[in-house]
Every structure is written in structure tokens, then in C-alpha cells.
């Protein structure tokens, strides 16, 4: 059963990445908040496929209870938390009816969430910190697993919105679609058409129950007491609970590649983690993936991305033009790994294994120009054309 949870949780990254374009760091990050407990945001302009990636992982994980709210001003706590009960407020008790809102729900999306006025705030940020709401001064606890916020902008300093931007770990910024191809393809509505697979509530606790239990080595925790140390060397200085709850980030990475054991090159995902402000974030950035992967690794890293976007957008887009494109594009891919393999004998063991799956999408590739129908029947079986690697 493990195995087959494992197959799913890998279709789903599939089915998410084919039918959003150049969101492959957003999916990761959101099935690591739901496999980790955690809260994710998502900082962008309108039209980014925000509200609609949450909206779709909610329909993927069957069983749950959804909540989706846009935020504003002048939002009210009836439309967050549930309108006053009449029945109960004729006997003087102020308890509100919860049903089909945000106490009672599992995935919370939450837009605009940096509109939220005083009069939700406390109850939010209770909410989502402590998985806690308190109706009529009772807290009750809530099924929570994960809050997605989404905003268009950073919230300003003065606010008071510091601690509702703390409340979330994951922490990803999004722009438009940058790739031509991607753009057309995006416009076709390439990938909206394909079934999408789906995860049950029990299987999700199961996944989750395996993430609490990666192991985590030493060496790992040596890294981040020094990246610890190099970040307050330029004035940054994440909370040692932000430090703590970056764990259950790197143990739900490593499950998602199908690991039990944290590898040092999970520690890259902390770069969505471990900045405060937004000036923060390059030379954060910089830190970790100094300290998480060396030269060979950073290339490899950036082929492993630039493969797998276009074997996806050649799935989609079958036609002769696009196949000559992305087959000299991989030919070209081959040729870096060749030269970085031949530079670096001793990272055989870690190149080897992407050459020769960047050299088989290359014929898979050369066949579908060859072969039209090729890829439409592959595209019944995405499981043997899946996110390649798991470095």
C-alpha cells in the first residue's frame, strides 16, 4: 500500500505540473505544506493560477472539507468563521454556527490574505497557529491540515500584519508565464482536458504519518547551524521556531522523492523558508544553496529543470516544429552532460543516471516526430514519463 501511495503522490505531481506551466517549485511546495502540516503563501499578481492550484489539490485529495474565502476590508467574522446562532443567542450565548467555514474545514485558501481587518485577525491567526477556535470562549479544536494564502502584494510595514505573515512557513513568489511555448500552451488549454488522480483522506494521513518518521542525519543538522551562522552574519535572523518547524519541510521533500533518509540537497527547498523580508531573499537564497549543493549539483539541478519542462511541453504540443525544437534542445542537454561527466570523473554515479534519462526522453522525443501517435498514446501511461529524478 506504501508503494501505491507513493505511485499516487508522484502522479499527482505529474498531473499538477502538465496543467500548470512553470509551476513546478509551487506544486512541490504545496504537497510539502499537506504532507507536513504546514501553511503555504503565495505572493503574486492576479492571473498566476493561485486560487486555482489550491482549488485543484483540494479536488485531488477526496474526503476533505474546503474552505476558499476572497478577503477584503471590510470582510466580516460571519463570513470566515460562521453567522451567530439565533437559537443560541435568544439564551445569551454567543456561539457561532461553524458549518461549511473555516473551523470545520481541512484546506483553507485564503485570498487577499493580507486584507484581513482587526476583526478576524485574532481568531485567524489563533486559528491557524494553534489549529484552535474559540466559540463562545470554548476553544474547540479544528481538523486543519494546511492554510494557502495567496496575495497580490506584500503586506506594509505598520500594519499589523507581521505575525499573520510569520504564520506561514512556505513562502513562494509567482509571475507570469515566462516560455513561449508554455504561454501557447497555456492558452490552448493544453493539459486541462487529462484526468487527474486522486488521494483519500486515509491515504494522506498515511503519507503524512511517513513524514513524521524520515530520519534525519547529523550532517543535516550540522548545515543549518551553519547556514544559521552565515544568515546573522548579514543581519537575518529566523526565529528558532522557523528553524524547528523547517524539519517537517525537509522530511516531506524527501518523501516526495521517495526517500526515508534527508539528504543535504533537500536543504534547497529552505530558500522558500528561512527569508523575512523580501530584500532577504536572494542573499538567502544564495546561502542555502551554497551550503545544500556544490557546482556539479547546481548544473545538474538546472538540466534536471530544463528537461523536464520540455518533455512536458512536447506531451502537449505534438506537432513536427515542436518536436525538432525540443529534440535539438535535448540535444543539446546531452552534449552539457557529456562535458560535465567528462570534467568530473568522480560524479559518475550522480550524472550517469540523469544522462541516460535525458538521453532516452531525447528518442522518446525523436520517435514522436517519427511517430505522431506516439506520445498521445504515452499520454495514457504518464507513469513511465514522470518527473524524471530524484537527485
Do not use: C
Not at 97 to 118: C, G, Q, W, Y
Not at 192 to 210: G, H, K, R, V, Y
Amino acid at each position: 500500500m506504501t508503494i501505491t501511495n507513493f505511485k499516487k503522490l508522484e502522479e499527482i505531481r505529474q498531473a499538477l505540473n502538465s496543467r500548470f506551466f512553470e509551476r513546478e517549485n509551487e506544486v512541490e511546495g504545496i504537497l510539502v505544506a499537506l504532507l507536513s502540516r504546514q501553511h503555504m503563501l503565495m505572493i503574486g499578481p492576479a492571473g498566476t493560477a493561485k486560487s486555482a492550484l489550491a482549488f485543484e489539490l483540494a479536488k485531488i485529495v477526496q474526503g476533505t472539507e474546503y474552505f476558499q474565502w476572497l478577503l477584503t476590508r471590510f470582510s466580516t467574522p460571519e463570513e470566515v468563521f460562521g453567522p451567530l446562532s439565533l437559537k443560541d443567542l435568544e439564551q445569551g450565548v454567543y456561539k457561532r454556527n461553524t458549518a461549511t467555514k473555516m473551523p470545520e474545514a481541512n484546506l483553507v485558501f485564503l485570498d487577499e490574505i493580507f486584507k484581513a481587518n482587526s476583526a478576524i485577525l485574532n481568531s485567524l491567526l489563533t486559528l491557524i497557529n494553534e489549529r484552535l477556535f474559540y466559540n463562545n470562549g470554548t476553544p474547540v479544536k479544528v481538523p486543519l491540515i494546511s492554510v494557502i494564502g495567496a496575495s497580490n502584494e506584500y503586506p506594509e510595514e505598520g500594519e499589523g500584519l507581521e505575525a499573520l505573515f510569520d504564520r506561514f512557513l512556505l513562502r513562494f513568489e509567482l509571475d507570469y508565464i515566462a516560455d513561449d511555448t508554455n504561454f501557447v500552451s497555456m492558452m490552448k488549454g493544453t493539459g486541462q482536458n487529462q484526468a487527474m488522480p486522486s488521494l483519500t483522506m486515509d491515504e494522506l494521513i498515511q503519507l503524512q504519518f511517513l513524514t513524521d518518521r524520515v530520519t534525519i542525519p547529523d550532517e543535516v543538522y550540522e548545515i543549518l547551524s551553519e547556514i544559521r551562522t552565515n544568515l546573522r552574519d548579514e543581519g537575518i535572523r529566523p526565529s528558532d521556531r522557523r528553524f524547528q518547524q523547517s524539519l517537517s519541510v525537509l522530511q516531506a521533500k524527501a518523501l516526495i522523492n521517495q526517500r526515508q533518509v534527508v539528504k543535504i540537497d533537500d536543504i534547497v527547498i529552505l530558500e522558500n523558508v528561512l527569508w523575512e523580508t523580501v530584500d532577504q531573499k536572494d542573499t538567502v537564497s544564495s546561502i542555502i544553496r551554497n551550503h545544500s549543493q556544490d557546482v556539479v549539483t547546481q548544473i545538474l539541478y538546472s538540466i534536471q529543470n530544463e528537461a523536464n519542462e520540455v518533455f512536458y511541453a512536447i506531451l502537449q504540443d505534438h506537432s513536427p516544429e515542436a518536436g525538432m525544437e525540443a529534440t535539438q534542445k535535448m540535444k543539446a542537454l546531452v552534449a552539457d552532460l557529456k562535458n560535465l561527466q567528462s570534467n568530473n570523473q568522480s560524479r559518475k554515479a550522480d550524472i550517469g543516471p540523469l544522462l541516460d534519462k535525458v538521453t532516452s526522453m531525447e528518442h522518446e522525443i525523436l520517435d514522436s516526430i517519427l511517430e505522431p501517435w506516439y506520445f498521445e498514446s504515452q499520454n495514457d501511461k504518464r507513469g513511465s514519463t514522470s518527473t524524471f529524478f530524484n537527485m
